[in-house]
Nanobody
């Protein structure tokens, strides 16, 4: 059973940067999709980015393209989300998610394993 632990959230000013980390344990295959979602108060959890662990291909929601970068380190079994040019509307709890397969899913219901979440707050 895959387990995910996020870290790296915090408080940052508009225009600043943060890097989130998600360490995955218990994964026995490279055929996994790792993703980041976020949820703001009163809103549904939304897709942010995904990466194919084996191929390294990526997918992003339009609102973060050019500002966020998802990547993975196979040695450390860790997925990162580098967030630059942060805006107040990026404020949310960010969740790491995982699912077996090769397709870059963007639906919340496509992922069966979730981390506990890490808070990102961007002040104006």
């Amino acid at each position: 059973q895959v387990q995910l632990v996020e870290s790296g959230g915090g408080l940052v000013q508009t225009g600043g940067s943060l890097r989130l980390s998600c360490e995955a344990s218990g994964r026995t295959s490279n055929n996994y999709i790792m993703a980041w979602f976020r949820q703001s108060p009163g809103k549904e959890r939304e897709f942010v980015a995904a990466i194919n662990w084996w191929l390294g291909s990526t997918r992003y929601v339009d609102s973060v393209k050019g500002r966020f970068t998802i990547s993975r380190d196979s040695v450390k079994n860790t997925v990162y989300l580098q967030m630059n040019s942060l805006k107040p509307e990026d404020t949310a709890v960010y969740y790491c998610a995982a699912t077996p397969g090769l397709k870059l899913y963007a639906g919340r219901d496509d992922y069966g394993t979730w981390g506990q979440g890490t808070q990102v707050t961007v002040s104006s």
